[in-house]
Structure formats: C-alpha cells, structure tokens
C-alpha cells in the first residue's frame, strides 16, 4: 500500500507527550498496570496527585520543544470536578492550545465545564476482545466508555482510544476493533505495545512481537486513511519506529523523552523518522529558548507569584535533566 501520509502531504510526524498528573487509581485491578501494585499503599488521592507546578512545567516544555500533549492521565477517581476543571484550565493557559484528557469515565456535568479546554476526550479501551477485558481489565466496562463518548459528542469534543497490543487478543479480532471505531465516530487511537511491569502477571512476558504490533497499525491505516495513528514504541522498540510509520503511524508516543533527552535513543527516533521520509516536528535533541519573564508574565488569577516561581524552578530542573 502507498503511505498513506506520504499520499496526504503529510511532512512531519509528531511526538505526544502523554502528561501524567495522578499515582492514584480506585480500581486499580486492571492486570497490566502499574496501578494494580500500589493501589493498597495509596489510599488518599489528593496526596498521590503530582503537584500542579510540575504538570505545568511539563507542559510549557511540551509547547517549547514542540511537542503536542497526547493527553492529561490520572487513574480513576484521582480528581473532583472541581480540582479537574481547575487543573484543566491552567494547562490550557501554560500551553496555549485545547488538548486531549484521559482520566476514567467522566460524567455530563464534568464533561460540561472541561470542554471548553479540550480537544477531546481518551477512552481507555485497551482490548475489544471479550474474553480478554474479563480476565485483565474486570472494571472498565466498554459500556461506560461508549457512554461518555455520547455525551462528549453533545459538546462537539472529538474521541480518541487507547489499545494495547500484546494482552491476549489476536489480530483475528480487528473487525471487533474496525467495528467499535466505526460504532463511536474514533479520531484518533493510540496503539501501545504491552510493556511487562514487575508484579503483575504479565511480569515474564516479552511484550508483543513487532511485526504483530505493526499489523494492527497496518489494518487500522487501510481501513481509517484519516483517523490518527499514534503508536507507542517505549525505548525497545525505537529502532522499528520507521516500519511503523511505512505501516501508517503519523504520530509517536511512549517516550521518556526528557530523561532521555538527547540521548542514543533520542536521536534514533530522529534518524528513524528521517529514514521513513519525514521529519520530526519539534526536537528531541536541541534543548529550546526559554524566556523565563514569559511565566513571570501570565495575567491569570490561578497563576500567582509563588506558582510562576515555582514553574520556573521546576522547568529549570528539567532542563538540568535534558541537559546531562
Ligand atoms: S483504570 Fe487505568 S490507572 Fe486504574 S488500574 Fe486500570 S489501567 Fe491502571
């Protein structure tokens, strides 16, 4: 098949920086996650929460490096409305653009007072194989997702999933996953390949293999030419990011890519893309201009002195981080 991108002009392909903001999760059974280890250890969600000064240095950075935010995560139940909406509104301040959230099942009144700072909303779908969802993820019923869904169409916010290959499912099962995009008008999807966390019974597994991983990007592109493809290749699988792309990727993710900022593995997702024939939007690479009197700056009643200043230590410390 021709790329897809390459037939649609498109030029670059870009990294989403997925901004985690919760160590918290009240169902915290789901069989992959991190999550399912810590959730007895962590009984208080205001306390697991990661402060606000770090989530919006993160995502200043996103908009220096060049990079989009995938989306703002917490576990379920880490956020009230009100704390939601709060930390909504500041990031889309910081970062100047509407962006993705994918934090549970969000109800109509949440959804309501978020929309006006997103994009659209995550369902975090990860399987549509019955069987599967039954045995690793009990508590996230489709239904409810499919649910949210509906109601974020009253608010004209787009949809997007996440799908995680390598939990039992087979590729046997893409019309389940053709049919379920199709069913709720999806925009975009994020393909993850499984990554074994220590704890959960996936801890020996190898994580799928990358031609099965490619092949549900591949089917997806030949069914969806305009849905976006993100695929998320973690460090293990950076030197097969031009394959996933030839297969109809037009985004990347899963990347610890200020901890790694400028690194062997960061300048091989550069020559990868390269090598598929795009380039990469923004850098992973050249640590960016940072005018620090531009957060001293921000007319916003939310950011007082004490929150800028610490942004600004905070964006410091990462710039430390990238720059070792
Ligand atoms: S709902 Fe999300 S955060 Fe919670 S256990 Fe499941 S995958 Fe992990």
Redesign the pocket.
């Known amino acids: 098949m021709e790329n897809i991108l390459i037939k649609q002009k498109t030029k670059t392909i870009h990294f989403e920086r997925a901004i985690f903001t919760s160590w918290y999760?009240?169902?915290?059974?789901?069989a992959?996650?991190?999550?399912?280890t810590q959730?007895s250890k962590i009984s208080e969600p205001e306390k697991a929460r990661r402060s606000i000064a770090s989530i919006l240095a993160e995502a200043y950075l996103c908009k220096k490096l060049g990079w989009k935010i995938g989306f703002l995560?917490?576990?379920?139940g880490s956020y009230t409305a009100e704390s939601i909406l709060e930390l909504c509104k500041n990031v889309y301040e910081i970062y100047g653009e509407k962006f993705w959230l994918n934090i549970?099942v969000l109800n109509e009144k949440t959804i309501e007072k978020v929309s006006p700072y997103l994009k659209g909303v995550c369902g975090?779908v990860?399987t549509v194989n019955d069987d599967v969802r039954k045995k690793v993820?009990p508590?996230?019923h489709l239904a409810s997702i499919e649910e949210m869904y509906r109601i974020c169409e009253k608010f004209n916010l787009k949809k997007s999933m996440t799908f995680i290959v390598g939990l039992g499912e087979q590729i046997d099962d893409f019309p389940l996953l053709k049919d379920f995009i199709i069913r709720n008008n999806i925009k975009k999807i994020i393909f993850y390949a499984l990554n074994p966390i220590e704890g959960t019974i996936f801890e020996n597994s190898k994580g799928p293999e990358i031609n099965y991983f490619i092949e549900w990007i591949r089917k997806t592109r030949e069914n969806f030419p305009n849905i976006d493809i993100v695929a998320g290749h973690w460090v293990n699988r950076v030197n097969y990011i031009h394959l996933m792309i030839d297969a109809g990727a037009n985004a990347i993710t899963k990347f610890p890519a200020i901890k790694l900022f400028n690194s062997m593995h960061a300048k091989n997702i550069e020559k990868e893309i390269k090598t598929a024939g795009f380039e990469l939007q923004g850098t992973f690479t050249k640590i960016p201009d940072i005018d620090y009197d531009e957060i001293k700056h921000i007319k916003n009643r939310n950011f007082d002195d004490k929150l800028k200043n610490d942004i600004i230590k905070k964006v410091k410390q990462y710039i430390r981080t990238m720059n070792r």
């Open positions: 999760c009240n169902l915290g059974d789901c992959y996650c991190y999550m399912s959730k995560s917490a576990g379920y549970g975090a990860e993820i508590n996230k």
